[in-house]
């Protein structure tokens, strides 16, 4: 893995740590982590093989990613911070869910360059998956399934109970 590499996992790391101290649902904690995957997905994603059983890999680990940003999202507890905006804090198990999926990639991009690189491609030739643009693809594409996956779902919840407390006369604060 390049610097950058790790440079962008760091900041995806720091996002834990800002979920767990809680955000507002606001357009800054709706653009940010979009904007980084958007920027991931920008430097890594040429093309998306379709060869062989590039697509069956590429949507398993991006079935993957949408499975960890769900339960990541459907384990945030939600509140409402002092002036009624929803408010979103992570719990254990959501930052948990969050840092395996880094975790994952990280390691598999680690392992692939220091010594796991034959076993992978014995792997990939095996299954039928074509190359390296497949793994990265597949990878890149579980980072945006999570990300995007929290984002919607947390959107979601906060809507309906910001709804919810209108219907119901509930004082937001």
Do not use: C
């Not at 991931?40 to 062989?52: K, N, S």
């Not at 905006?85 to 991009?109: D, K, Q």
């Amino acid at each position: 893995m390049s610097v950058t590499e790790y440079l962008l996992n760091a900041v995806l790391v720091l996002l834990v740590v800002r979920q767990i101290r809680g955000s507002r649902l606001d357009l800054v904690n709706l653009v940010l982590p979009l904007a980084i995957t958007g920027f991931v997905g920008f430097q890594y994603l040429r093309d998306i093989p379709t060869a062989g059983n590039d697509l069956v890999l590429i949507g398993l680990l991006t079935s993957v990613g949408v499975l960890l940003g769900a339960a990541a999202a459907a384990t945030t507890r939600l509140t409402f911070d002092k002036d009624g905006v929803p408010f979103a804090r992570a719990g254990v198990v959501a930052a948990a869910l969050w840092v395996l999926g880094i975790g994952f990639r990280m390691a598999f991009a680690y392992a692939s360059t220091h010594g796991a690189g034959p076993s992978i491609g014995r792997f990939s030739a095996r299954h039928a998956i074509t190359g390296g643009q497949a793994w990265v693809a597949a990878l890149v594409l579980m980072a945006l399934g999570e990300v995007v996956t929290r984002l919607v779902v947390l959107r979601v919840r906060g809507h309906r109970l910001a709804s919810g407390s209108r219907r119901t006369g509930l004082s937001a604060a």
